[in-house]
């Protein structure tokens, strides 16, 4: 055995470990796991969270008698599509037009609700154009309270589009608006009323809005 405290003998020759250097530098006499880790690119987090906001489902549902917007928000938690109708929370409800009719309904798995009627701003009303569970399955807590429409219905316009497909629109719209001043300065032009424009930003807000709850 010789004095080398590194060193052992194995038979008659002398074997000693061979050292292995990671990529930090470190020598020890076992190997050691290479330091791979790398550090996240925020910059490239951030621009999936950006296209993720953009990408988003954005549903504007409107009362095609009185031009009256119904809902719009995000598709999701906040306006959840179920079984051919679309249940709307109150944040994203955009109306106080639907009235009780004090007709009631029962469905066997999702309880008890109510028909509700619509009356527009303009005097236009459909009568039963919504519905409403008063006493809905625990199961089924998207459905709870909310003001629910059919997913097709003669009196609904209901238009789904990306965030950025609506500010595409939006642009669109501006543009024309624009060119019509251009075209025709020095003249009065009547107000713009585009039900299906929405004002530059707000889809990307309505995307990027966290947290929905009823």
């Not at 993720?52 to 917007?69: A, F, N, P, Q, Y």
């Amino acid at each position: 055995m010789t004095g080398e405290p590194d060193a052992q003998r194995i038979g008659s020759t002398l074997w000693e470990p061979e050292p292995t250097v990671c990529e930090s530098g470190c020598s020890r006499g076992r190997p050691r796991r290479r330091h791979n880790r790398q550090t996240p690119d925020s910059s490239g987090v951030a621009g999936r969270i950006e296209n993720d906001v953009r990408m988003k489902k954005i549903i504007r549902i409107t009362h095609r008698l009185s031009g009256e917007l119904i809902a719009e928000g995000p598709v999701g938690w906040g306006i959840t599509p179920f079984e051919n109708a679309w249940y709307v929370s109150w944040r994203y409800l955009r109306t106080g037009g639907f009235r009780t009719s004090g007709v009631p309904g029962l469905c066997p798995y999702k309880f008890v609700y109510v028909w509700l009627h619509f009356r527009g701003s303009t005097g236009h009303e459909t009568e039963y154009l919504g519905w409403r569970y008063v006493l809905p399955n625990p199961l089924f807590p998207f459905i709870a309270f909310r003001v629910a429409v059919p997913g097709r219905h003669g009196d609904l316009d209901i238009t789904v589009r990306s965030a950025q497909e609506w500010e595409d629109a939006t642009s669109k719209v501006d543009e024309r608006i624009a060119q019509a001043q251009r075209d025709n300065s020095g003249s009065a032009l009547p107000r713009h009323s585009d039900e299906s424009a929405v004002r530059p930003g707000q889809a990307l807000e309505i995307a990027g809005q966290t947290g929905e709850r009823n």
